[in-house]
């Protein structure tokens, strides 16, 4: 079983609507909880991160988690064509060595026209 | 500006020859990582180090090597010894929020070309 699991996708959203992003974690221990976005050439972008279970909203960024079923998720509402890029979930855990974060492969999003 | 710089964005090397790639941060902050992201793979961990002059494997260590003399600079050599060189490479760096919050930034990475 991978540590961070998201569907590659694509997945395919007309524009407007809101596009739902999953992600599931194995450790239990884990503490934080991050989504980046990916354009392609170009470096992860943060742009959310939640560490309690519940909602987190930013503009048109809701992050929800669920620590019980070890489940992450990220909703895009008004999906925009400048919102396709792949979407990398990312899971911290404090170590002794530091804090360390593992990445999902990420879910390529297209907002379709 | 504040922010992590990766220098060069492209590297090509010939085959058996060592590589260095300089990875700069003027956030003040006091951890930094290497990843390396194949198609399809996302990120791997290659070093890490929370400290100046101390610094840990991550998952995929074999063939790299770091140094950590200064908070602003953790640069990655990756040697000869390293199978598969060719990848894109990401700096990033971090530092604690309050309470128990963490947020870690990348560069804008280095894109290595072995043959």
């Known amino acids: 079983q991978k540590e961070v699991e998201q569907n590659s996708g694509p997945l395919s959203v007309p524009e407007g609507a809101i596009a739902s992003l999953n992600c599931t974690y194995s450790?239990?221990?884990?503490?934080?909880f991050f989504w980046y976005r990916q354009y392609s050439g170009k470096s992860p972008e943060l742009i959310m991160s939640?560490?309690?279970?519940g909602d987190k909203e930013d503009g048109r960024f809701t992050a929800q988690l669920n620590k019980a079923s070890q489940y992450v998720s990220l909703l895009i509402r008004d999906s925009q064509p400048s919102d396709s890029a792949t979407y990398l979930c990312?899971?911290?855990?404090?170590?002794?060595?530091?804090?360390?974060?593992?990445f999902g492969t990420g879910t390529q999003l297209k907002v379709e026209l | 500006d504040g922010g992590i710089t990766q220098s060069p964005k492209y590297l090509f090397r010939k085959e058996g020859q060592n590589v260095t790639l300089s990875c700069e941060q003027n956030?003040?902050?006091?951890?930094m990582y290497w990843y390396r992201q194949d198609p399809g793979q996302g990120l791997r961990l290659i070093y890490y180090?929370?400290?100046?002059?101390?610094?840990q494997k991550g998952d995929i260590a074999e063939g790299y090597s770091v140094s950590r003399e200064k908070k602003e600079s953790f640069p990655l050599t990756v040697t000869s010894a390293q199978k598969n060189p060719t990848a894109f490479y990401l700096c990033?760096?971090?530092?604690?929020?309050?309470?128990?919050?963490?947020?870690?930034?990348f560069g804008p990475g280095t894109r290595l070309t072995v043959t």
């Open positions: 990312a899971v911290n855990k404090l170590t002794g060595g530091g804090n360390k974060l593992t």
């Open positions: 450790d239990r221990g884990s503490q934080s």
């Open positions: 956030l003040n902050h006091d951890a």
């Open positions: 180090s929370q400290i100046v002059n101390d610094f």
């Open positions: 990033a760096s971090s530092t604690p929020l309050s309470g128990s919050g963490y947020e870690q930034y």
């Open positions: 939640i560490y309690s279970n």
